[in-house]
């Protein structure tokens, strides 16, 4: 079987053992809620198109890489509410999208 991208990044960053989440069902367990954000439908796009990010490295600062999310430099990605830690997005999840970002940014400027 050939792996997928996503399943050989998870597996250089060592995602597969810090997956917590029962409710996962695919093989790579990439389906977790660990790795998803709920987003306003303004800022979906941009994440998905990686016109920012979130650096954990400096506490989950929100990175913008365009104009159109200048308005979110500096701000920080608020955890407090989740109680059930299992559920809390994981880092290296989180710096992975950041570094595709910054890619995509710097291949695209």
């Not at 597969?16 to 660990?34: E, F, Y």
């Not at 890489?65 to 994981?90: C, M, R, V, W």
Request: with cysteine; net charge negative.
């Amino acid at each position: 079987m050939i792996s997928s991208h996503a399943e050989i990044v998870w597996e250089r960053y060592g995602i597969l053992p810090l997956i917590t989440d029962p409710g996962t069902r695919h093989p790579s367990k990439i389906d977790t809620v660990q790795n998803a954000l709920l987003l306003t439908s303004d800022l979906a796009a941009g994440w998905a198109d990686g016109e920012f990010g979130i650096d954990v490295e400096r506490g989950n600062i929100l990175i913008p890489f365009t104009k159109k999310y200048a308005h979110l430099a500096g701000k920080e990605l608020q955890t407090d509410h989740i109680t059930n830690k299992s559920l809390l997005p994981l880092k290296q999840c989180l710096t992975i999208h950041f570094e595709n970002a910054i890619n995509m940014y710097f291949q695209t400027n």
